[in-house]
């Protein structure tokens, strides 16, 4: 079945480590989008790429990085610069023929930092 | 100015109760108004959009009522079921941008009785 999967679907973290989370699609979308999920604040996007290898910045980049070097797959990487990383991620992709402008969202990585 | 303000922060309806969730925003440049339902542990998934020459869009038990002039909409879900028991966001699009670079509400939880 067609559809966006991320990994882990949990992951504790030391303070100080780095740690990437992953995204493949294989709805042969072109955009692809991580989000960041905390309670009461809605989502916030942190990074997006509308193709391979090209992505921008999003509202929260601060902190991340992303890569974009197949159509597949946009890995998210949370570094130790990002103060308060304890969150759900959520990783979605849009296009298509339709091109409606509906987001398909995976269902989401939660990072614990310990 | 760049916000989408929801409310309320959680609802509680009885079976068959006509639950309404609000979103008001600033921005005249948001183009497209789309609502997103999430369940407990999964990412969430297009419901219902709208753009602002509409003024009221149904589909099934949704319906979104949009108020161009007040920069208000809102979601009204008919005839609830305790399957409609959700958390929900609104959210826009800027004019021109990525279809998939939302700004969203603080979401809605909602609870169905039996």
């Known amino acids: 079945d067609g559809g966006i999967t991320q990994s882990p679907k949990y992951l504790f973290r030391k303070e100080g480590q780095n740690v990437t989370l992953s995204c493949e699609q294989n709805?042969?979308?072109?955009?692809m989008y991580w989000y960041r999920q905390d309670p009461g604040q809605g989502l916030r996007l942190i990074y997006y790429?509308?193709?391979?290898?090209?992505?921008q910045k999003g509202d929260i980049a601060e902190g991340y990085s992303v890569s974009r070097e197949k159509k597949e797959s946009f890995p998210l990487t949370v570094t130790s610069a990002q103060k308060n990383p304890t969150a759900f991620y959520l990783c979605?992709?849009?296009?298509?023929?339709?091109?409606?402008?509906?987001?398909?969202f995976g269902e989401g990585s939660r990072l614990t930092v310990l | 100015q760049q916000q989408v303000k929801q409310s309320p922060q959680s609802l509680i309806v009885q079976k068959g109760g006509i639950p309404i969730i609000n979103c008001a925003y600033e921005n005249t440049a948001f183009d497209y108004f789309p609502w997103y339902q999430q369940f407990p542990g999964k990412g969430p998934a297009l419901l219902i959009a709208i753009r602002p020459d509409v003024s009221e869009k149904k589909e099934g038990r949704f319906t979104i009522s949009f108020n161009k002039s007040a920069k208000q909409f809102s979601l009204h879900i008919m005839d609830s079921q305790p399957g409609d028991s959700a958390t929900y966001f609104c959210?826009?699009?800027?004019?021109?941008?990525?279809?998939?670079?939302?700004?969203f509400g603080q979401g809605t939880i909602l609870t169905v009785h039996p």
């Open positions: 959210a826009a699009r800027m004019k021109g941008t990525s279809y998939g670079k939302l700004t």
């Open positions: 790429s509308q193709i391979v290898n090209d992505f």
């Open positions: 709805l042969n979308h072109d955009a």
């Open positions: 979605a992709s849009r296009g298509g023929r339709a091109n409606t402008g509906e987001l398909f």
